[in-house]
Structure formats: structure tokens, C-alpha cells
């Protein structure tokens, strides 16, 4: 299984971004499926997630400002930043539970290679 995130880039303080994430492989089924950014020399932290049924959670620091969705036909995760800061500076990571064996929900975590998100001031 393999996540391929796109959509990273440079963007002046107060605009948006899209990103894309797209799961492939022998997948069974995907359960939960995040976003998560990683500041130089911390922890990764979630940034929003949402449920094979459409739960939705974010990040206190991203709350009303993004907007998190998933195509589950297509495997792909998608997070709109809008009114994006400097301190949103950091690299994205898309992260997945799949599950590769039919008939069986045993899921394994799988992270995206991450795509950095720079905000200029």
C-alpha cells in the first residue's frame, strides 16, 4: 500500500491550499484517513481526520479554517486550508488505516511521503 500526497507549495499569508492524497495498492478497506503536519524538530500532530462513515475531527488551530473530505472511490483524502499563516508552516503528512486482506478488518497505518506547506508572512 502506498499514500501519494500532492498539492504542497508556497502561498502568501491569507491565501488557500489544496491537498491531495491518493491510496493504492492492495487494499481491502480504509477506515480512518488524516492529515497530520510535522514543525522542524517536533512531533507530528493531527490536523483533521475523518471516518470511513464521515466523522470529522480538527485540530483546534485549524478549526474553521479547513476543511477535510474523502472520495472513498477513489481512495483519496483531500484538506482545503484557506486564511492559511505563517505558523502553518510545516510538512504535511496523509496517513491511512487499510486493511489489505478480503473479509478480514485488521488495519495497518500507512503515512504519505509528506509535501511541505510554506506560508510567507
Known amino acids: 500500500v502506498q499514500l501519494q500526497a500532492s498539492g504542497g507549495g508556497l502561498v502568501q499569508a491569507g491565501g488557500s491550499l489544496s491537498l491531495a492524497c491518493v491510496a493504492s495498492g492492495r487494499i481491502y478497506i480504509i477506515s480512518d484517513m488524516g492529515w497530520y503536519r510535522q514543525f522542524p524538530g517536533e512531533q507530528r500532530e493531527l490536523v483533521a481526520s475523518?471516518?470511513?462513515?464521515?466523522?470529522?475531527s480538527y485540530a483546534d488551530s485549524v478549526k474553521g479554517r479547513s476543511t477535510i473530505s474523502r472520495d472513498n472511490a477513489k481512495n483519496t483524502v483531500y484538506l482545503r486550508m484557506n486564511n492559511l499563516k505563517p505558523e502553518d508552516t510545516a510538512v504535511y503528512y496523509c496517513n491511512a488505516g487499510v486493511a489489505t486482506t478480503p473479509g478480514v478488518r485488521s488495519y495497518r497505518n500507512y503515512w504519505g511521503q509528506g509535501t511541505q506547506v510554506t506560508v510567507s508572512s
Open positions: 475523518i471516518t470511513s462513515g464521515g466523522t470529522i
